[in-house]
């Protein structure tokens, strides 16, 4: 079964920090991009950040730029994102993403954690 569980969500204070973690199972790790995405009520899912199966590259959304860093660890199937200095607007629920292109095929395999909840007030 492939599958996702993002945990360390929770409550933190706006200038707080939090890392939040995403154990990927059922799949080969290293072979997927990575990603982390937010959506709050009325808005659509937007992208906050990604990074490449081998962690060569990583892409940021302007708005947590400098604020956020993605990270990998292939040995424990594990993606992190440390947030730092946060805000009230980056309340959102934080989902996990795994992504795969095929060339033999021509699909595109994306799988979605569950989420966990972040909310950044005083």
């Known amino acids: 079964q492939v599958q996702l569980v993002e945990s360390g969500g929770g409550l933190v204070q706006p200038g707080g920090s939090l890392r939040l973690s995403c154990l990927a199972s059922?799949?080969?790790?290293?072979?997927?991009?990575m990603g982390w995405y937010r959506q709050v009520p009325g808005k659509q899912r937007e992208l906050v950040a990604n990074?490449?199966?081998?962690?060569?590259?990583?892409n940021y959304a302007n708005s947590v730029k400098g604020r956020f860093t993605i990270s990998r660890d292939n040995a424990k199937d594990t993606v992190y994102l440390q947030m730092n200095s946060l805000k009230a607007e980056d309340t959102a629920e934080y989902y996990c993403?795994?992504?795969?292109?095929?060339?033999?095929?021509?699909?595109?395999?994306?799988?979605w954690g569950q989420g966990t909840l972040v909310t950044v007030s005083s």
């Open positions: 993403n795994a992504h795969r292109y095929s060339d033999y095929d021509g699909t595109y395999l994306e799988i």
């Open positions: 059922g799949l080969s790790f290293r072979a997927y991009g």
């Open positions: 990074i490449t199966g081998g962690g060569e590259s990583t």
